[in-house]
């Protein structure tokens, strides 16, 4: 029998197990990730509004990534962690459109990893320049655009896919509301849909990779042009942690989208799912943390004003 969307009031996350052992498991690793992730991300934007050596284009990119990445896993990590302990594993229609909704989060931070590979690239290819191009006007207009861009591109896709008409059964395999189980849900999925969904993935995915692409072959061609062996792994060392992030993070979601629909494997799916959601929040001040000098001197500061 045929229903529509205002008759679906709940979803069903099937999660990863049902083995109440795993689950045990899993509640302790989830409840470990976030907070790790929420005092790793709180830490490192504490660091760069207090320490005015950070108080540079780089680390304001950084400190919104930190921002985003808490709000991701905010998301979806608790949710995840009471499925973990709970026996009702529902999630309300408008929950899920929440979830769904999010994903301009994710959008926003395709931007921003954009935005830092220009700053990067302004910095070692055009020194003289930088602080006129990469002036605090310029990093706030850019941060305001990718938000609203994120965010505009997230309205259409979720209003596009909750319009929908759901006739499938309402149980979603996977531990949160995404794109491909949710979409297997559907009655009929009109060719329009899918020609707005492409786009949207191209533009909030592919056209950033690009343009990050492009500008680390400007970057590597500068750093070639440096004549010290000393100079060049200095040039290199301030966007090695960058991009480390993008190939983890736009690896995975790459991985989940752009791979033939007949390759789809849900728990394969879930497992790749769970890293861009979960765990690259976590990674991101390690990552920064453990390989930027100042943000270790900031550590250090801290460490001592502390103990002394």
Known sequence: MERVNHMVTE???VGFTQDPMMQLVLFVLFL???SVTVVGNITLIIFICTDSRLHTPMYFF??????????????YTPNNIGNCVSEDKSISFAGCLAQFFSAGLGYSECYLLTAMAYDRYMAISNPLLY???MSSRVCVGLVTALYLGGFIHSTIITSETFTLTFCADNVIDDFFCDLPPLVKLVCDVKANYHIVLYFLLASNVLMPIVFILTSYLFIIAAILRIRSTQGQLKAFSTCSSHL????????????????????YSFE?????SLFYTVVFPMLNPMIYILRNTDVKEALRKLFNMMIS
């Open 11 to 13: 979803f069903i996350l």
């Open 32 to 34: 470990v990730v976030y």
């Open 62 to 75: 950084i400190g919104n990534l930190s921002f985003l990445d808490l709000c991701y896993s905010s998301v």
């Open 131 to 133: 602080a006129q191009a």
């Open 244 to 263: 480390i992030f993008v190939t983890l993070y736009c690896g995975s979601i790459l991985y989940i989208y752009y791979r033939p629909s007949s390759s």
């Open 268 to 272: 394969q799916d879930k497992i790749v």
